[in-house]
């Protein structure tokens, strides 16, 4: 979930996350109470640390929102919420994670976002806990997080997109089939 618990703008500090490109710095342990210790994707975005940024080749003929754009498929480059990660970027955002949570879903209970939980900014996945010994049941940030540790030299891009605009929770086999459909369109 990409939604801050102040639903602020993405350009504001601990506002919702904003819609984009993310280069993935690697996975980190955080002594976060709330973001709990299943390791977390340490995320940056442009101008935030523009050096690390690029896993790709940048062309220093062009300036740095054509390069940003050119990581997209051809028909996602004038779709202006791609660039807000880079907008944010460059109004000074920084330091949004991809992590879990120890917080107890039934506080939302009744909101479109259930049972998922905002945070200050961050993307949360869905973590389920055992309130009595503390043990982990479910996670989906543990599922994100060994998936990208087997990438080749733990290094890549995460992409995120606001699918339709409802207020609930994207399902798995929603998002399954848009990469189903992504990979064909890509062929």
Known sequence: MA????????????????????????????????IGPTPNLQLVMPFE?????????????????????NLWPLEWRNYAPIAESYDAGKVGRTEILAHGTTIDPDYFKGMPFYPLTPTLGCLCAKENWNIF?????????????SGFLITPKNT????????????????????????????KSVK
């Open 3 to 34: 939604r801050a618990g102040s639903n602020l703008p993405y350009f504001i500090t601990n506002g919702n996350t904003p819609q984009g490109i993310y280069s993935i710095q690697g996975t980190e342990v955080s002594h976060n109470l709330f």
């Open 49 to 69: 640390a523009d050096s690390v940024f690029w896993h790709t080749p940048y062309d220093a003929s062009k300036d740095s929102l054509n390069n940003y754009k």
């Open 133 to 145: 010994t503390g043990k982990l049941l479910q996670s989906d940030q543990f599922s994100l997080a």
């Open 156 to 183: 890549g891009y995460l992409i995120v997109i606001n699918v339709d605009n409802q207020l609930k929770a994207v399902s798995k086999q929603e998002i399954e089939a848009l990469i189903v459909q992504f990979e």
